[in-house]
């Protein structure tokens, strides 16, 4: 997963024609450091995606434009559109993130 630490580098991201996964996250945040245990296989299985990673104590105005109210979130965008958004009392367990992206149509 590569991080993202500029607002520029997220719009660059963003605006592709390919869909994107971007995980927001914080280093005090005990869920996010959870999801962190679990999300390599569901990376690998779900490499349609480029998997990217920002911090939202980093760029909280990117978090705050994109509705990102709690953490893990994960969002999908693709030509610079938000289409899907997996909050953060969702993102708890890998069946909850694998059924999210099962449910997602490119």
Same mark, same amino acid.
């Given at each position: ?46 490499? $349609? ?9 980093? #760029?909280? %105005?990117?978090? !705050? ?24 009392? $969702? ?9 999210? #992206?099962? %449910?997602?149509? !490119?």
């Amino acid at each position: 997963m590569k991080s993202i630490t500029t607002t520029e580098q997220f719009t660059k991201v963003i605006e592709g024609s390919e869909p994107v996964i971007v995980k927001f996250q914080a280093g005090w945040c005990p869920d996010c450091t959870r999801m962190d245990m679990f999300i390599d296989p569901i990376i690998e299985e779900y490499n $349609n995606y480029q998997w990217f990673d920002v911090n939202r104590d980093e #760029l909280p %105005e990117v978090a !705050e434009q994109w509705e990102v109210m709690g953490i893990p979130s994960l969002l999908i965008f693709k030509n610079g559109e938000k289409t899907a958004h997996l909050h953060s009392a $969702n993102a708890k367990s890998p069946e909850s993130v694998t059924q999210f #992206l099962s %449910e997602q149509k !490119e």
